[in-house]
């Protein structure tokens, strides 16, 4: 009995840590991604990110389940920056989410026009065993809460 317990625990202990490690994986996934779209841009970073089946809900507009129109949707932001804050996935380790906080900038008549979202990404593992993205939302938040995250 007192082996089992013990290998019990440790079974328990594995999953733990795997889920652990899946998340840490996730997380910085999304971290990867935000830093390829301020290094590369943000149309390069998500063609290699998103999924042949995305969703996204942009703001201000329709839902799009396109993923070229998703792509080019990117077309009109002058710099797209994010702060990956959490991720979670399910326990067979090919569906997460991740959530942070991000920043977008506009060109508004030669002017940079800020605002500031709280955003969640769904995730889904390929066949090859990588991420990626599904759904893409986000909503608008303060301008006092973006500039905890951004100086």
């Not at 998340?23 to 590369?40: I, Q, V, W, Y």
């Not at 026009?113 to 593992?125: D, L, Q, R, T």
């Amino acid at each position: 009995m007192k082996k089992f317990l013990i290998a019990l625990s440790l079974i328990s202990f594995l999953s733990v840590f795997s889920q652990s490690k899946t998340e840490t994986d996730l997380l910085e996934t999304d971290k990867t991604l935000a830093r390829l779209s301020t290094e590369k841009g943000i149309r390069i970073a998500f063609d290699e990110y998103l999924s042949d089946n995305p969703t996204a809900f942009p703001f201000n507009k329709d839902v799009l389940t396109d993923r070229v129109k998703i792509l080019n949707g990117y077309a009109g932001l002058k710099s797209l920056e994010w702060v990956p804050l959490k991720a979670e996935v399910s326990e067979s380790g090919d569906l997460g989410y991740t959530y942070g906080i991000g920043k977008i900038t506009v060109d508004d008549e030669g002017k940079a026009k800020i605002s500031y979202s709280h955003y969640i990404s769904i995730w889904k593992k390929d066949n090859a065993g990588k991420w990626k993205l599904i759904l893409d939302t986000g909503n608008d938040c303060s301008e006092e809460v973006g500039k905890k995250y951004f100086k």
